[in-house]
């Protein structure tokens, strides 16, 4: 017998940021045990559109999203299977009973910065405030750089990074 478990949006947390198509199929699939309370890709607009999301970052053909989104579409979706009206779900993600963010509802402005800057000179910042490098490396995965970091630099790292999880994997098997 085969036991599947519903993921949860801790599962998708190392995935950010999602493409629209990502986020809604991240959503599904937590919600896949609740077919009617699935989404596309214009709800997710709408939600934008009324204030219920923040604005992803980066332009319309590079637009990202981040945890922040995941975990309020989610629970926006379960408050209207319980009977919670858009308008009561909206007061409480102000109040940050999504457990999310409160504070992101407005995306800061991007201040462009030397791509040559060095790493530990960059602020955290949330995932709505940034501007990546995107290298697709498969059909399966990409790789995305902040573009205030060097490059060079972050793809060496990630390459190491990669040699070591490689590792890790074989000696498991």
């Known amino acids: 017998m085969y036991t599947f478990s519903v993921p949860t949006v801790d599962d998708y947390a190392n995935l950010v940021p999602f493409e629209l198509e990502e986020l809604v199929s991240a959503v599904n699939s937590i919600l896949r045990d609740r077919p009617s309370m699935h989404i596309q890709g214009r709800t997710v607009r709408y939600y ?22 995941l975990i309020r579409i989610v629970s926006i979706r379960q408050w209207l299977d319980q009977g919670v009206s858009l308008d009561q779900a909206k007061a409480w993600i102000a109040e940050g009973r999504h457990g999310g ?17 060095p790493v530990s000179d960059i602020p955290p910042e949330t995932p709505f405030d940034r501007t990546v490098h995107v290298i ?28 070591k999880e490689i590792a890790r994997l074989q000696d498991s098997f």
């Open 48 to 69: 934008i559109a009324n204030g219920l999301l923040p604005p992803p970052s980066g332009g319309p053909k590079f637009a990202r999203y981040g945890l922040e989104h």
């Open 101 to 117: 963010d409160p504070e992101t509802h407005v995306k800061k402005s991007l201040v462009r910065e030397s791509r040559h800057r």
């Open 136 to 163: 697709r490396l498969s059909s399966f995965s990409r790789l995305e750089v902040d573009t205030r970091a060097d490059l060079l630099r972050e793809l060496q790292r990630a390459s190491e990074t990669i040699q």
